[in-house]
């Protein structure tokens, strides 16, 4: 008779549990596995912290880790190190450079020494806020600290201007790693490739493959992913293709991010039909699609108003045990409404608009209350950023509805804050991603409130908030159905030149 034996959790596989949760973008559930174990008796402990805090620090949640911090402060933990890479970490997706160095300096007087992984991130950091040439400032700190500048530091300010988009600043670093005796590793030289890749620049990659061979080094799929990417990037879907049967041939199996990077390399240059076929050939080869490929492919269905296509692809997903989530299920909206006004039925896209105000399952979108330095809070946000011409006006449309019930019910903390609505990435968004979203935010909102053009981001869309107010006011005194209806005459129908396949989602 085998006896049954009942096994404690601990803090380690608490940790786990919630560093998988984390990973899954699972907040409220890594949330509720640490209350639990603190129901039970057990107090903060610094494994568990670190766990949680790396959770928030994926989702950018820096507010969340600094209370953390504090609250272990005030139980006499010692200084949990992991805790501080997480705040780092989740103040660069802010793309706040400020608070980074503030950590910096926060966790000296907090008695922690900043590590190698420390600086990494906020080197990082300054990557994703796309200024890199400023985290060269970091390696005179750590040297003057004695810490060591092996592969990994070089690694991070690689990967920190290829997120910028500067790869011949990337391949200058690698030469100045080379220089100083350093020998190059194959995540080093994946690093290059990445950042060449997002140029576009297929030959700069042919050649750092070449070197590598000459290294005794053997490309992998990441370095031959970057390759697919390249060409994607520079519009050659043949070429693309090519390398994905070149791959083949050594012997090495292209992953989900080859096919993806190809499916929409196809979607972008129009052939939705080839994009299709790609998603065939994926699963005839045994490679899993993620969430990533479906919607990409649904996106390109979306801009040609194939619903029936966008609700196969819906259940598909199911079937692959993919979460068909609330981004899923807009670009089914997206292409019912284009269906719609391509068919000459307004009535009938903003019926489908109304109703999807009311379904909070489908159309949540809630303004996102952020500051530069973590304290002050100085504007509202909202991201419409990889939203299509219809799914954008009504975030835009739902977002303003949340402010205004703010608005009426006095529940607005923050009189200092400005509207600020994100429509791309950075400079030069409109021309890269066509514009559709920001004319369409434009002509939404200029006929309610006056609006400013960010000069040194064209990504960026404000509304003071004296103007934003005034609005509201008069809206309270009309008391006007807050309903798509209502504000029929601020939608943007998409015109012609933005029409079928040259959208990109």
């Known amino acids: 008779m085998v006896k049954k034996v009942a096994i404690q959790p601990n803090a380690s596989s608490v940790a786990l549990v919630i560093r998988a949760f984390g990973q899954l973008h699972k907040l409220a559930e890594a949330e509720a596995i640490l209350k639990e174990w603190q129901a039970k008796g057990n107090p903060l402990d610094p494994v568990t912290m670190g766990a949680l805090c790396g959770a928030y620090g994926l989702a950018g949640k820096a507010e969340a880790i600094e209370d953390l911090i504090e609250e272990a402060k005030a139980a006499y933990l010692p200084p949990v190190v ?50 890199p040439a400023e985290s060269e400032y970091l390696l005179t700190q750590m040297r003057e600290m004695g810490i060591p500048l092996d592969g990994l530091t070089y690694g ?57 061979r000459l290294m005794g080094m053997r490309p992998d799929v990441y370095t031959w992913s970057s390759l697919v ?19 083949a041939s050594l012997g090495i199996s292209p992953g989900v991010v080859c096919f993806t ?11 939705v039909a080839a994009a299709q076929q790609v998603l065939t050939d994926m699963i005839a080869a045994g490679v899993k699609p993620n969430s ?41 909206v997206e292409a019912a409404m284009e269906a719609w006004d391509k ?27 952020r500051s530069d330095d973590g304290r002050d809070w100085r504007s509202v946000y909202i991201d419409l950023h990889g939203y299509g011409h219809w799914s954008c006006q009504l975030a835009l449309l739902a977002g303003l509805r949340n402010l205004y019930h703010k608005f009426l019910r006095s529940d607005w903390r923050w009189p200092n804050s400005d509207l600020v609505i994100a429509v791309g990435k950075g400079n030069g968004s409109a021309q890269r991603h066509q514009g559709f979203v920001r004319d369409a935010v434009l002509h939404f909102l200029q006929h309610l409130v006056p609006v400013k053009l960010a000069t040194h981001n064209d990504g960026l869309v404000s509304v003071r908030r004296q103007d934003m107010f005034k609005f ?15 504000f029929r005459d601020c939608f943007k129908v998409r015109p012609a030149e933005f029409s079928g396949m040259r959208n990109i989602m």
């Open 82 to 131: 992991s805790a501080y890479t997480s705040l780092i970490k989740a103040w660069g997706r802010r793309k706040s450079l400020v608070n980074v160095r503030r950590i910096l300096v926060d966790m000296v007087e907090d008695g922690v020494q900043p590590n190698q992984l420390h600086f990494c991130a906020a080197i990082a950091a300054h990557g994703q806020s796309r200024r």
């Open 343 to 369: 068919a000459g039925r307004p009535a009938a896209a903003l019926d489908r608009a109304d109703q999807l105000l009311q379904e909070s399952s489908v159309m949540q979108v809630y303004p996102i209350f």
């Open 472 to 486: 509201f006011d008069m809206l309270s005194r009309k008391t006007p159905k807050f309903d798509a209806a209502s």
């Open 229 to 247: 990417h390249a060409h994607a990037v520079a519009r050659q879907t043949g070429r693309a293709a090519e390398v994905m049967r070149e791959m």
């Open 292 to 332: 990533i490929t479906y919607t990409s492919l649904m996106g390109y269905y979306s801009q040609l108003g194939d619903v029936a296509k966008i609700q196969a692809l819906q259940q598909d997903m199911a079937k692959q045990g993919l979460e068909v989530d609330v981004v899923t299920q807009l670009f089914a």
């Open 261 to 271: 990077t190809l499916l929409n390399a196809y979607g972008t240059a129009g052939d």
């Open 156 to 212: 991070a300010l690689i990967s920190a201007y290829a997120a910028a988009k500067q790869p011949r600043k990337a391949a200058a670093v690698m030469q100045d790693f080379v220089d100083s005796g350093g020998k190059p590793s194959l995540v080093l030289c994946n690093q290059l490739t990445n950042a060449w890749s997002k140029t576009g620049a297929a030959g700069e990659i042919r050649a750092v493959m070449a070197s590598m």
